[in-house]
């Protein structure tokens, strides 16, 4: 059973960074790709950057230059650096994970950009 849990969420004040972890129950070399989605209050879940098990990544136009993923594979965890942090950043952050053409979902982690 594949568990992803997430952690690093928090209240920031705009113009912060926050780091966010996703520690997998396995190795991440079994998944074909990793990412990080979010969902807002009233709005649609949506992809924020995900990286593909070759390295490259994809990014919303939204957090471009502005997030980072990134991967450990010693430790079977993948990151997601966000600087520069704005209030329409609030939204709970979700790990997600494919293998084999299924998604697997962390629980979850409030990120709020307020001041």
């Known amino acids: 059973q594949v568990q992803l849990v997430e952690s690093g969420g928090g209240l920031v004040q705009p113009g912060g960074s926050l780091r966010l972890s996703c520690a997998a129950s396995?190795?991440?070399?079994?998944?074909?790709?990793m990412g990080w989605y979010r969902q807002a209050p009233g709005k649609q879940r949506e992809l924020v950057a995900r990286i593909i098990n070759g390295g490259s990544t994809n990014y919303a136009d939204s957090v471009k230059g502005r997030f980072t993923i990134s991967r450990d594979n010693a430790k079977n965890t993948v990151y997601l650096q966000m600087n520069s942090l704005k209030p329409d950043d609030t939204a709970v952050y979700y790990c997600?994970?494919?293998?084999?053409?299924?998604?697997?979902w962390g629980q979850g982690t409030q990120v709020t950009v307020s001041s």
């Open positions: 997600n994970a494919v293998r084999v053409r299924v998604d697997y």
């Open positions: 396995g190795s991440i070399f079994s998944f074909s790709a």
